[in-house]
């Protein structure tokens, strides 16, 4: 491992200061919808990370891709960063404007721009989020799977790669973006991809710009799979008396290819927190979150098939959710979870882990990391898409306070080293950012790490898109 | 569309010699297996595509990744270029030495390096073919679906984004490619991705190098999902008084979610073919060659859904091959169309289209292409994995013959620009080669296609990796 300074102590960057002439070039262009007011600023200078505030200089309100184009313009004159906005739900820095600059806001653009549901497809604007895709989807019996917990920008979702509860069937933004429209470095605006299902026409920028962060381009428009609503839906909870049960049982799941939607774990800690925001009257042990999609006969078989693997495994009080609101109430409770947590530590900023490991390593990881959560005495829960082998473990630590930072810091580096060392990755699906810069060079390996430079350098020679994000330069 | 020069018709590149520095170099390193002699020579500077011979100066046949970072560096160092050589399954020109230098073989590379069956992973040698794969892992119950027809190497297939018959469940090698190691342009060894099933660690190399046709990089290594073998599997046959039945029922089979395995088109001419090579007696009209995979009771249900729209659609003779023998036998005759349709028309090579459209396009795009192919008088057939709105329409034009040639990819470019209209791609699974680099500017346009030069400039300056491939730098 080669981690001198710890991964998120961040580098000192040289400041780029706004010209006025840019300045004067966006009040003019955008009016009100370019803002230097103290509390836009410090709005847009924060996310859910535990870094302080840092602003950015201006926040241009963009409604179009031009509008985002005449700025990226404007910046690749001045030399001046920009930093894509969507609803800021990131959890590792992205949006943080540690270089100075610009945030371009896409909130504002919600447009669905094309839908064919006789094609499976759907272009939105960037900052269409997904709750709004799927209400606005709803009548054509569609839906649009990938579901982060957050309701984030589909912008944001394809710029770090996003996945959630239902990756373990449906895949990830990486699966299910079938093309963007994107402002390039030097603010030309450029198409990625077809709506045809597959294509081997040339390098595939649709997936270099997925999961680049905002890095190599401002993603404007992205063409999106949808799926059919499928004609059953169950889900299910289910106890265990460990973690280790529940991780097992959904090792073995996988392994026997049963087709599950959503295979989630809460911890115990979880499940309290839970209780205690939701009212949910949960018992309080480690447990399984489920759900299935199929046929009803279909349906009834994976439910039959996991509930043996669980049942030999000590799970106990399966128990079904059949009804779209006994389901609804369920998720949005495990969506919750992020601020439940916040609420029953109040001055907390939470410090959020996203390994991902290859199925069969995951009791490991999770025992490992379960008994260091511990020995730190930090409170802490773990929730995750355990059916990928991902898992988030939160630690609440006072906001200001270096040393229990410190502690929750150093018990995150462990854990990206044991996942490491089970062939996994240090985010599953929540991106380098800033947070993690570190240990992408422990993961991937200098050379690797510099071929990405190599392409940032050339795509983004003035380094100007969302600089000191991913990599330093 | 933007197509001044015939997109089949070749550049004038500059010959780039080898140096006797490194020709020698090379035999000394590898003695006999670097050979300069014209059989072996002609016999690497050749693919199934319509282009004359044009062979590399040297092969040189590695064994081991380190091998090829050596025969690279060496070329790096006398900027010769290197192409990459797998089985020579190419349909488009890939392989071809039309800038001289190096042919490196890797068909040699053929061991399985780490199977683990306990996460559904393997990581074998480039030069380790989808059916030697598949024989060595029979025993662990697991299967790789991928499935392009020609027994590819599993690096040709991830270099040029491969996919076949079973893509329509189990996608393309876009993804099911978890990792590759890679020699870069400079001769560094490099990995991308790990073991884990999602990641959002830095930008997708692993998905930059699948698809890049030998043209940023060697691979040497492949790490792919593996499945589960289906508990039950079922083909059936289904014939149809048109092709336009056949296409819609296949639209409706994807537009309703069904989740079928394969689902293949054979127009009367292919079935004509196939019947002549393989002596099966399908009935000589349009049909539907289909494969369900599930548990008994799903592919019950989806079989019974699937001949429902079928019957709807004038479809007849649903049959069904249940018996492994009588299922190889079927899909046997349909990989072998290719050489079925050279057998039919000796001396003659294809001239094969790879478009792929929006599901709901696919019956416009096949009439318009069937009325031009008839007007041509040349022979053709057509097959396709229509289930994914791709499919081939292959011309058999006499070689050398530079009148049906012409003919031929006359009709073939105005199929790409039906399919461009249709919002869809030129190649769907072939690539571009050296036979689409104009299409590929049609789909894409100017801007993306320079950001892939970009790209292209940066990680590989000196232009040696399999140049003039793609595009012209």
Same mark, same amino acid.
């Given at each position: 491992? !080669? ?12 400041p780029?200061?706004l010209?006025?002439?840019m300045?004067?070039?966006?009040? &003019? ?22 870094y302080?505030?840092?602003?950015p200089?201006?926040?241009? @309100?963009c409604?179009?891709?031009d ?24 959890l ?27 094609? $499976?497809?759907?272009?939105? &604007? ?5 709750e ?27 710029? *770090?790669?996003?996945?959630?509860? !239902?990756?373990?069937?449906?895949g990830?933004?990486?699966? !299910?973006?079938?093309?963007?429209t994107?402002?390039?470095? +030097?603010?030309?605006?450029?198409? *990625? ?46 106890? @265990?008396?460990?973690i ?8 073995q ?15 115990? !800690?979880?499940v309290?927190?839970v209780?205690?925001?939701s ?5 309080e ?6 759900? @299935?999609h199929?046929s ?10 996991? &509930? ?21 109430? $369920? ?12 609420q ?5 900023r939470?410090?959020?882990?996203d390994?991902?490991?290859?199925i069969?390593? $995951? ?48 018990? +995150? ?25 570190? @240990? ?15 392409v ?10 969302n ?7």
């Amino acid at each position: 491992m !080669n981690a001198p300074v710890p991964s998120h102590v961040l580098p000192v960057y040289e400041p780029r200061p706004l010209p006025p002439a840019m300045r004067s070039a966006l009040q &003019q262009r955008f009016g009100a919808r370019c803002s230097t007011a103290a509390a836009v600023r410090e709005q847009h200078g924060r996310d859910e990370s535990p870094y302080p505030v840092t602003p950015p200089e201006a926040v241009v @309100f963009c409604e179009s891709t031009d509008e985002v184009a005449a700025v990226v313009r404007l910046a690749a004159e001045h030399g001046v960063p920009v930093i894509p906005y969507g609803t800021g739900s990131s959890l590792e820095g992205h949006l943080l404007a540690v270089q100075g600059g610009i945030s371009i806001d896409v909130a504002g653009m919600t447009r669905i721009v094309h839908l064919h549901p006789e094609d $499976l497809t759907v272009t939105v &604007q960037a900052g269409v989020t997904r709750e709004q895709l799927n209400r606005e989807i709803k009548d054509t019996g569609l839906f649009f799977p990938i579901d982060p917990g957050a309701n984030a920008s589909l912008g944001g979702m394809a710029a *770090t790669r996003a996945s959630g509860t !239902n990756a373990v069937r449906y895949g990830t933004m990486r699966e !299910n973006v079938l093309g963007l429209t994107v402002v390039t470095a +030097s603010g030309e605006v450029i198409r *990625t991809g077809t709506r045809a299902k597959k294509s081997s026409a040339g390098y595939d920028l649709t997936r270099l710009f997925v999961g680049s962060e905002g890095t190599l381009g401002v993603i404007t428009e992205v063409t999106l799979k949808l799926y059919p609503l499928p004609e059953a839906v169950s889900a299910a909870i289910c106890h @265990f008396p460990t973690i280790a049960g529940a991780v097992n049982a959904t090792i073995q799941t996988i392994q026997l290819g049963v087709p599950i939607a959503r295979c989630e774990l809460l911890d115990v !800690n979880a499940v309290r927190m839970v209780n205690a925001q939701s009212g949910l009257g949960l018992r309080e042990s480690p447990m399984l979150l489920m759900e @299935f999609h199929g046929s009803d006969a279909s349906v009834k078989e994976q439910a039959e098939t996991v &509930q043996a693997i669980a049942s030999e495994l000590g799970g106990e009080d399966f128990a079904w959710a059949t009804t779209p609101e006994e389901r609804t109430r $369920l998720w949005t409770a495990r969506h919750k979870a992020y601020f439940a947590g916040m609420q029953a530590n109040p001055g907390c900023r939470s410090v959020t882990t996203d390994t991902c490991v290859p199925i069969s390593r $995951l009791a490991e990881i999770i025992e490992g990391s379960v008994a260091d959560a511990d020995a730190t005495g930090l409170p802490y829960y773990i929730v995750g898409h355990v059916g990928d082998g991902n898992f988030h473990l939160a630690y609440l630590v006072k906001d200001g306070d270096a040393a229990q930072r410190a502690l929750a810091e150093g018990a +995150s580096q462990r854990m990206v080293q044991r996942a490491l060392a089970l062939e996994g990755t240090c985010t599953g699906e929540h991106g380098i950012g800033l947070h993690k810069m570190g @240990f992408l060079v422990d993961e991937a390996g200098a050379g690797t790490v510099e071929l990405m430079r190599q392409v940032k350098r050339a795509l983004d020679p003035k380094n100007i898109m969302n600089p000191g994000k991913i990599f330093v330069l």
